[in-house]
């Protein structure tokens, strides 16, 4: 017997289609599409002001493939880290960062990753397959119920800085974002959601050539080639030229600076010659930095480096007019900082 199509991957045309075809009248379309994405129902029994001859039908017809929560942990600073279940069993995770002046919702966009970043404990799993539009929807619906529940106000800000590569994930990512952004669904502003990258570069041409509205980060790390090709070696097909050639086309098209999300670590980009090498790629396009502190995963070979290293870092952005900004972590205690999203359940 043929699988049930998810509900959920229609549009709102394909839907009314749907209802004119079987002779139904076609405001329906708007009543269950309203309950899909606006009240995120779980199950078509839940559409109250449908008839049970309708909601039958829909049953015969679809599923809704709404995420789980596998496992729930929460951390003694407040942050939130789900395991997520998806339809197929597979597990993401996905985090709710509260701070004083704002509710941040980190979500995934793949489960598991394609890149090799040395310092990244997602980067040890296997990518295993892009999520969908209404996978990354839904948990951004999840955790800004959270955020209702435990800190009394709706999330502020969205980053997809979870597990995956975003670009790699390009459509179903835009089309997570639409929604996100719609009034059909949570109506945020475009504006307070920021797609971190590691740089494909042509795809960030192609966000700036699709007129997107969010923000753009990039992990970027190192400033020089050998020492970012030895610790995201998939960098070297994407050199640095190449990204600062799209971070430029970026902003002349959108007119939105980027983020460079940066560690350092003892004895690999703690010295004058990296500090340099970044200041002078900062200035080729409007930007700003946030330095990150380093959440140990299993890699030896990376440490933090000490304050001294990171203060100057800081002293030199300044005094060359580039924002920067110490970026502490948070939910460290249950691996749900920036780099340890693998899916740990013990």
């Known amino acids: ?32 599409y309203n309950w899909l994405w606006k009240k995120s129902c779980l199950s078509f029994d839940e559409m109250t002001n449908v008839s049970l001859e309708l909601r039958n039908l829909l049953k015969s017809k679809f599923v809704i493939n709404h995420i789980k929560i596998n496992k729930f942990q929460k951390s003694k600073d407040g942050t939130i880290k789900n395991a997520i279940s998806l339809f197929d069993n597979l597990l993401v995770e996905s985090v709710l960062i509260p701070t004083q002046s704002r509710t941040t919702a980190c979500i995934s966009s793949q489960v598991g990753c394609s890149l090799d970043c040395d310092f990244c404990a997602t980067s040890k799993m296997d990518r295993i397959r892009n999520l969908n539009p209404d996978e990354i929807y839904d948990q951004a619906v999840t955790i800004n119920s959270q955020s209702i529940k435990y800190h009394g106000r709706p999330i502020s800000n969205i980053v997809f800085m979870g597990m995956g590569e975003p670009l790699l994930n390009y459509n179903n990512v835009i089309k997570g974002i639409d929604k996100i952004t719609s009034k059909d669904g949570l109506g945020m502003s475009p504006k307070r959601i920021t797609v971190s990258t ?31 090709n030895e610790i995201m070696p998939f960098s070297k097909k994407f050199p640095l030229e190449n990204l600062l050639e799209a971070v430029q086309y970026w902003y002349l098209k959108t007119n939105k600076i980027v983020t460079y999300e940066y560690i350092v670590w003892e004895g690999i980009n703690d010295d004058d010659d990296h500090i340099n090498a970044l200041v002078n790629f900062c200035k080729s396009s409007p930007s700003k930095v946030n330095l990150i502190e380093y959440n140990t995963t299993d890699n030896k070979l990376f440490k933090s480096a000490n304050n001294k290293a990171i203060n100057q870092y800081v002293s030199k952005l300044e005094k060359n007019k580039i924002p920067v900004t110490i970026r502490k972590s948070r939910g460290k205690d249950i691996d749900a900082a920036c780099g340890q999203l693998a899916n740990k359940l013990d």
């Open 198 to 228: 590691s740089g494909i570069s042509k795809l960030i041409i192609k966000m700036a050539d699709d007129n997107v509205k969010f923000n753009l980060a990039i992990s970027l790390h190192s400033a020089i080639e050998k020492t970012r």
């Open 1 to 32: 017997m043929e699988a049930k199509k998810d509900i959920r991957s229609l549009t709102i045309e394909e839907l009314t289609s749907f209802f004119k075809i079987n002779n139904m009248p076609t405001y329906r379309a708007t009543q269950v």
